[in-house]
């Protein structure tokens, strides 16, 4: 995924068709973008969004969005 307005248009889709694992992915990698510009409030903005998603889909990657989140202190 090359832009931010192709991963904003990815979300949205995936939103609409509630594709909860998909939702989950596509908001940690806006974590990660954010991340790697050392923008960590917007960093743990789109991975509580990512855990959240997990949880609700069941899938295991949860627990690395916790863990991620933290080791920022924000859970």
Do not use: K, P, Q
């Amino acid at each position: 995924m090359r832009s931010e307005s192709e991963l904003d248009a990815r979300l949205i889709e995936a939103h609409s068709s509630r594709n909860l694992r998909e939702i989950a992915s596509h908001y940690a990698l806006a974590a990660d973008r954010a991340e790697m510009n050392e923008d960590i409030d917007r960093a743990c903005f789109f991975l509580t969004h990512a855990w959240i998603f997990a949880l609700e889909a069941g899938d295991l990657i949860a627990d690395d969005h916790r863990s991620r989140l933290a080791a920022y202190g924000r859970v």
